[in-house]
């Protein structure tokens, strides 16, 4: 079961997690004009109002400090429980599986593109599945070229690994750089009952 009370204000405003104060005053401006409803080509109040909420934690100083001592094992336990609710579907679940690895270092990239490697270990412990099981879907994925093994050892996703979780989705509950498309609002509603 996913944390419902958590928020991934990061996540929320498109920006890295060591972003700087003006980074996230400029992002917020940028989106809080594109979804306020004043807009009439991309106003959405919904989203207009959770950029607001995240600008709101993450740009003053005190309310971030607290934010980011629960930040990382939220993140971790979001991660972990969506891994967990896809361990015992089978074949279905080997889709999944990839998926979630594209969507970690997809997230990782996104972050910190500087320093982008994920490790395997890394990667067990936030998917709680062994190195064996995970073995077969690195390979995959680095045959098919969609993730690359790093200098250090790690894995970091390739421009083609970013293409298909653009055109499949994030495993986690975010949107943001999907396409609109037929199939989008299906994927949302998946993804929302993953979060029920």
């Known amino acids: 079961m996913l944390d ?12 890295s997690s060591n972003a700087d104060s003006e980074t ?8 809080a004009k594109k979804y306020h409803t004043d807009n009439d080509e991309t ?16 740009s003053n100083p005190v309310t971030r ?21 896809f361990k015992s579907e ?9 998926r979630t690895i594209l969507s970690i270092l997809y997230t990782k990239r996104r972050e910190d593109p500087s320093n982008s490697g994920v490790g395997i ?16 879907h690195i390979w995959y994925l680095k045959e098919r070229k969609l ?3 790093t200098e250090t050892g790690g894995f970091e996703i390739t421009a083609e690994g970013v293409d298909t979780i653009e055109r499949e989705g ?3 509950n975010n949107d943001r750089l999907l396409p609109e498309s037929s199939g989008l609002s299906e994927r949302r509603e998946k993804l929302r009952l993953l979060e029920s």
């Open 4 to 15: 419902k009370t958590f928020c991934d204000h990061y996540e929320n405003l498109q920006i």
């Open 121 to 136: 270990v890394q990667l067990e412990n936030l998917m709680e599945w062994p190195g064996e099981t995970l073995d077969f």
């Open 65 to 85: 400090a607290a934010y980011d001592a629960k930040y990382e094992p939220s993140k971790n336990k979001q991660w972990k429980a969506i891994a967990q609710a």
């Open 170 to 172: 994030l495993v986690l």
């Open 90 to 98: 089978g074949f279905g679940s080997d889709q999944h599986i990839r």
């Open 24 to 31: 996230i005053e400029r992002v917020y401006r940028l989106l």
């Open 147 to 149: 993730i690359v093994r």
């Open 43 to 58: 106003g959405d109040i919904e989203k207009f109002e959770t950029v607001t909420n995240a600008y709101k934690i993450l």
